[in-house]
Every structure is written in C-alpha cells, then in structure tokens.
C-alpha cells in the first residue's frame, strides 16, 4: 500500500512547511501540544541520550525574543539597515505559537557519535512537524546563524553543549506556499554493488 489508502504514508508525503506570515489563531491547545511534543520525544536516539529539548515562547516573552532577534542580528551585521532589523524582529510575532528547538550535542561521548545525537535531533523535529501537521495545524521552521550568537546563547541560557538548532512558528495556516520540488527516486536511491 503505497498510496491514500494508508494513511500514515499518506500523510508523510503530505507534510510540507507553512508559510510563517499566514499562521493565525487557533494555535494547538495545551493538550495537543503536549501530544506534538510527545510525539517528537519518541524519535530514534541511539544511546537514548535525548539530545533535544523544546521551549514554549510565552506569551509575555515575545518582546524580550525580539529584542533578542534584533541583538543577534545586529552582532552579526553591525550596520543593519532598519528594514532587516524588522524582519530580525518579525521572528518574534509569526504564528501564534512559537517553539524554540535546543540541541544538546555531547561531542567526546566515549561511544555515541555527534552525528547520531544530530541525527537524533532532526528524528525529533520531523517528528514535530508530522505531528503538527497531522492536527490540522502548519509549521514554519526558522534557522540561521543568528540562532548561534551570544545574545541568543544567553538570553536562552543555554548550557556548554546546548545550541538553538530553530525557532518554530505554528499556527493554523491560511495559506500555503507552493508545493516544494522533490528529489526523484533516482536522485536519492541506488544499489551498492560492493
Ligand atoms: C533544520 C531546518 C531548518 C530550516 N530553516 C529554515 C529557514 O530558516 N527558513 C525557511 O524558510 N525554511 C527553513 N526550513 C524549511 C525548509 O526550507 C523546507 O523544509 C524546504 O524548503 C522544503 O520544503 P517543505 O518543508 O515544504 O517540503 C528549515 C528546515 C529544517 C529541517
């Protein structure tokens, strides 16, 4: 069954980003949120070392993330045309529920490599969005260098090995952007002969 009429396939060939300007109430609820958070938690992860956590923005907080936004983007272009400093700051406002995603990467792990927490991690947001996406909602991932500056470090708190991997607005989409081209089958398959 490789088609409609299974439906978790289905909707894995159906996920795709929304479009973090056309994100309006409702966001989840408490309950559903909890149900996308713990669908994310059950991501592979080879030595269940859970190198991911995720953060609720409050409500309250979106000021202080733009001024961060704002912070980081300033620390990164020190003369930033005013135009740019609002679309640093706009990170802030999209979606009626923003998520943070943080990694925490343990790079001298005696036996799990880096490359398997990474991987981890990206298990976990995919599992994120399938789940967000499954209750009707859309999600826009936001990344960037901004997120490894140390305004952001710090306004986060993030431990030694933590980085803020990105910022995810959700919401109910009103819109979608256009489907996305994919890799054909032959672009990503192929048969090792030894
Ligand atoms: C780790 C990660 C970071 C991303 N960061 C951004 C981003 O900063 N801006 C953006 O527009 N999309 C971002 N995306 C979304 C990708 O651009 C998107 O998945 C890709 O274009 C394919 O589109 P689709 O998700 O609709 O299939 C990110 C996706 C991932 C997995």
Redesign the pocket.
Known sequence: MTDKTNPAYAALLA???GN?RALAQPAPDRATLDAIILAAARAPDHGRLVPFRFLEIAEAARGRLADLLEASSRALTPDLPPPEIERAREKATQGPLILAVIARIDADHPKITASDQWLAV?CA?ENLLLATQSFGFAA?????RFLETPPMREGFALGAQERL??LVAIGTPTDW?P??P?PALERVFSIWNG
């Open positions: 996920r795709k980003s973090a990206g947001l826009a991932v936001r990344s960037g991997v990105s952007p489907e996305k994919k």
